[in-house]
């Protein structure tokens, strides 16, 4: 059960890393659903998804000729050919350089965005002329590190570290302005797969709607995708909804279904009751919406096509020579069930979407739960920066038409055989648009779009990969977000934790708040499938198997058939006897070496049930899928399943779950579902659950190591743990993703005592010499920027230069050299110069003040050039350390979510001793253990004791150990070998008197975490400060000194303990005490004015200053009065509305 | 040191030692108590922050506080001394 | 109570000396007696220790203050510590020769391929008396830093006498382990046994050199304890003995200068005669 501390194999790493393969493999898998995403947009070559796309986008055919007139004139096709995305280099206007390529660090360091040279190849063909193209540069793209764009793929530790980059850098953010930036994971409707509904709001969208329907989200090559809803209506009638450019539109079933095909009412009639006459509910429902469709008057699938096309001319502006059914054609290409190639293909799926909303409606099958893992897929950032990139493209060529047709209304000269019109048609458009809208969205998460791309919201795709720490860093990328949109909602439904997720979404790692549920983070086992499985022998081989597409060869005897579907096609029919069979025979084929069929090969199998699912087999084969690896107990090799499938398995987790002739497969480990974060807890299977859940939490927001490449790097603020060690008890995938390269913690001797009063409501106490000698010693680095080219105005030449004039101040001297830059290692205190630079035109050395209120020493000093190198520097970098040693107030942790604040330092020898003279490091309260359960700290400590007794590290994977084999008994017999307690107790003296404690004290090692929330980040204190200008009362927020409100529920408690003098003392003295006058007889305190009047006595004119009141013409009334200026603000604001105040006064 | 008398309690007094801690509180107090004119005697540090020994001592009518106190720190330092040459012995 | 009767004369005896610890009984004292032996020899036996540190350069990987505190840490020999004045008791303005000691440490790193180990012995002290210690000639030091190829670190380090209540870098002894009543005969605690005693409680080594209770032993509610067990290791900074030896001479020194603040509050207190009859 011992693990290993792998000193010696680390040191290694670090001495001699390799150039040919990673430490850490496992760690780099994390990552690979973003890095392979990103990839496939343009791998394999021409078959990326950006191909897929610009295919997609198709041609445009623009006229030369107004539209509404009679002849079309000339055709101008013009079309994308090829999209290129270059490796990020320099531009060709740098000539001194040896190296073109730029790697990722220089973009952090310099603060710019890592980005590649995007250009595409634009086609055109006027009328049946020479194809004529041109590469135009679309600007430059973001691009993800360590993709297949970026300088870093495929480099190794050594050469990684030689790039300056972490020797295991993982990749899959983006670099914008310095900031790593990433594209969060979404939870999005499974594709392909019909999705049977009831919701309310279907029912609200017209008399005769109802609330049920059913879904199918259709995707296309290039991943975009389009859904399809069909609304089931009161009298039976189905209609298709769809959306186009953000427009919602409704069309009857029927009428799609006879303009995809030619087919007769008998023919749609046979489809949809599929032999079934008994089934009334169904056929009279058929019946009736076939009666229905009459009324259109339409029969043959041309006269079909031609109505749809004409309702949707307007709306889908095709060229304008197509005639109304080419358009219909149009419409039903880009919008019906796009992921299906042929229109039988669509037929058949939509006779199948009918069924099943009908067996919906009958309560013959149940609904889809929307909110299951079983039916969703994840959105991968790759797939989405394609997307856009996509309707950008797409733009692009709806741009040159817009600007033909302006042109054309606008009575000028369009000729498409002019090379200088072309020209300026293909220049238009700002030649940045790719690049910049991307960086953009990297930047703010927002999502400019006028499709819409088939999702739910706006905002919200990209965050920072915040380098706090490690764990948090890489946690980010297993993230997975439900959707900002699920955020708003009132019902907790979506929250909830379903079993379908089990091994998919880690049950515990989530926060607890506003996010809970919705933000969840994948298992460490969970791949997301990035590449598009193979599949074309498929259907042969179910062929093979007895699915015929015929539904009347089936014997109907043995209930209704079962439809097959690969990636929401319809291959054919089964009987439900054969389905079992072949489902079992496909799993078995994956294996098999003759036949293989491909391992990440979805194969959901839904017997029919009781009002349960839709029955049928759905296989999935597409890309953006969760799976994760099982044991097949066929063959003990390992099977990968969806998220889907995995629902109607036999899987059993440990042993003893397996039931022979039932259990098909097994867990490979019971930690497999669990996240990353949340294996390292050590024994979370001893702990109450929602103490794991913030063990979560509290490991992301750790000091700790954030990065091994520190020098290089740039960030905001990072956080680091000086004097960080390597946890004694650490579970097996501490090892394997090699955390020990960023450790985060201190073994600490932790004794559960109640002592001195000092560790109440926990509080803990830390051991005083400990704290000098480095325990827990922290530092922040902070970055000061400072851009000259702030200072002046865009274009006009540089007048400020970084330099101490000959006028500078000896202080100045003293921190900053003649460069103007602050020397290395010097102390900064509020108000020194953090810079200096000398102003041409005013012949005047200036300095930038260093305004951090903590004092900190002058770290790194980066100076950053422009992008051609050539201009003088005008920004400078300059890091700042601060030293946090820990302080009363800080906050720390141990792994099992138990935090608590440092309360007191408390002398070494006033410290409780064992018999061997050991004093704690840290003391905590008993009572933190009672009502929290965590079991699994107190088995920390007795697996710390024992391993720092015998000088090893010790294993913590939860359920290692069971009830027969315990925990304790495992680390009580270690102990008790080597001459301590069983249990971990040990007796121990006070040190004030030294006498033996009554009880005896447990007593072991625990690695306890520094959090990020420090005393000097929070504390707030005033006396008097800034006010608020209009109603003078003391402003809030800690940056601006400003006060805590002193609220109502504050004042009523003072109120309830008679401190009516302290009442006055912080509600008015020290708020917006104010004085004034008051004319008592007429009750204001606005017109007591100053009387100017002239009084001569002995002849000596004096200034008589007295305040009399305008009104009652007096000054025999008038007092001066205390009242709070907010009060008075108010009578004024009501003197505004004419309301008058009077107030009364008894004196 | 600065010695208060009790203003309300007969032969009793307060002592207050700077910069000690419970290492000779704690010792005074011991010796103190051991003698049989001590009717009461305790220590404490008023604060963790104050690094200052508050003893708190009562004798019978027969004596007076402040020479328990010189007592009791004649009989430590006697005893101290005695340890320290026999251990200077032993070595 | 008569210290001097055979009976109750205050007893130690050492058990076992090495370079590095020292383990002795101490009978027939009191337990605040043998308490403050043990405070004393943890944090207020004076030595001496680096304590400001002037960089003049430092172009290592690591920041100054956290060479600074490293540089604290490292143990200097201390035998000769009471030669050696307080800071505060000196009357110079800074640090003289008198209550300081110069310590300087110069290492430029000019090797291609490997780092260079700064360690403590690359400090020169500026009086052989105080120096960092060693074990022998194999002793690698204690290591301060490591530099690549051109990194170096220039630092002047001032010494200083001081005691561990003010920092832990000053304290002699690594740990001190202190035991009476290994068996528990005094009653003091409770051990928290869930089947077996003896199985769950391994004895203590000073069980060794204690009396075992007899079965039928009664109960002495009055008894006091009077046998201690100590063990002592040094962080090398002084010897084992010397330790205790320095704890019992400040240990006089604390009693003696209690003793002169009390004589010299030997004047009249709020109007009331001195009391005289002390000796």
Known sequence: MSSKFNTLEREKLFLNPSSNKFGYPELQKLVKPHIDSFNSLLDPPRQGLLNFAIDDIGTQEIFDKPNNSPERGNKLSIWIDDVIIAKPLLPESVRLTTSRQIYPSECRERLTTYAGKMSIKVCWQVNDGPVLAEYRPVGMLPIMVKSNRCNLQNLYPKQLIQHKEESEETGGYFIINGIEKMIRLLLIPRRHHVMALARSSFANRGANYTEYGVQIRCAKLDQTTVTNTMHYLKDGNCLIRFTWKKQEFMVPVLLIMKSLIEVTDKGIYDMLVQGEHLNTFLSDRVEFMLYNFKSYNVQSRDQCATLLGDKFRVTFSPPSYYTNKQVGDYVLNKVILVHLRTNKDKFNLLTFMIRKLYSLVAGECCQDNPDSPQNQEILLGGHLYGMIIKEKLSDYLNSIRAAVSMDVNAKKKVDFNDKKYMNSLLTKNNTEFVGQKLAYFLATGNLISNTGLDLMQTTGYTIIAEKINFFRFISHFRCVHRGSFFTTLKTTTVRKLLPEAWGFLCPVHTPDGTPCGLLNHLSHTCRVITETVKVNKIPEMLAELGVSINVLQQALSEGPPLCVQLDGKIIGYCTNRQAKIIANELRRRKFDKTKPIPLDLEIGYVPPSNGGQYPGIYLFSTPSRMMRPVKYLFNNKTDMIGSFEQVYMDIACLNEDIIKGVTTHQEFAPTNVLSILANLTPFSDCNQSPRNMYQCQMAKQTMGTPSTSLRYRTDNKLYRLQTGQSPIVRSGLYNTLGFDGFVSGTNAIVAVISYTGYDMEDAMIINKSAHERGFAYGTIYKSEIVDLNDERERGEPIKHHFSLGEDASPAWREKLSNDGLPLIGVKLTNGDPLCAYYDDTTKVTKIKKYKGTEDAYVEEVRLIGDDAGKEEVQKVHIKLRVPRPSVIGDKFASRHGQKGVLSQLYPQVDMPFTESGMQPDIIINPHAFPSRMTIGMFVESLAGKSGALYGVAQDCTPFKFNENDTAVDYFGKQLVRAGYNYHGNEPMYSGITGEEFQADIYIGVVYYQRLRHMVSDKWQVRSTGPVHNLTMQPIGGRKKSGGIRFGEMERDSLLAHGMSFCLQDRLMNCSDYSQCHLCSKCGTIFTALISKEHETRNDVKYKKHHMICKICDTSKYISLIKIPFAFRYLATELASMGIKITLESKY | MKITPDTKVQNAATFEIFREDHTMGNVIRHKLLQEPQVIFAGYKIPHPLEHNVIIRVQTTNETKPEAMVAKALNDLITEVGYLRTKFMVHK | ?279
């Open chain 3, 1 to 279: 109570m008569d210290l001097f009767s055979p009976a109750n004369k205050p007893e130690i005896r050492i058990q076992e000396l090495t370079g590095e610890r020292i383990r002795f009984i101490l009978t027939n004292t009191d337990l605040s007696m043998a308490n403050a032996l043990r405070r004393i020899m943890i944090s207020e036996v004076a030595t001496i220790a680096i304590d400001m540190v002037q960089f003049d350069l430092n172009t290592s990987v690591l920041a100054d203050e956290f060479i600074a505190h490293r540089l604290g840490l490292i143990p200097l020999d201390s035998t000769e510590a009471d030669k050696i004045k307080y800071p505060r008791d000196c009357n110079c303005s800074g640090a003289c020769k008198e209550c300081s000691v110069e310590l300087n440490l110069h290492v430029k790193c000019t090797e291609e391929d490997t780092t260079k180990d700064v360690t403590s012995k690359d400090l020169v002290s500026h009086d052989p008396r105080f120096t960092p210690i060693t074990e022998g000639p194999k002793d690698a030091g204690i290591l301060i830093a490591k530099l690549r190829k051109g990194q170096e670190i220039k630092v002047k380090c001032i010494a200083k006498k001081g005691v561990a209540k003010e920092h832990a870098k000053w304290s002699p002894c690594a740990a001190v382990a202190f035991e009476y009543d290994p068996f528990n005969k005094l009653r003091h605690t409770h051990y928290w046994i869930e089947e077996d005693e003896k199985k769950e409680w391994p004895q203590s080594k000073n069980a060794n050199d204690d009396f075992p209770p007899l079965d039928d032993e009664i109960f002495d509610f009055t008894a006091k304890p009077n046998r201690f067990y100590f063990e002592i290791e040094t962080i090398g900074s002084m010897k084992p003995e010397d330790i205790v030896m320095n704890a019992f001479k400040k240990l006089l020194e604390k009693i003696s200068s209690i003793q002169m603040g009390l004589h010299s509050n030997d004047v009249p207190i709020n109007g009331r005669e001195p009391t005289r009859d002390v000796f």
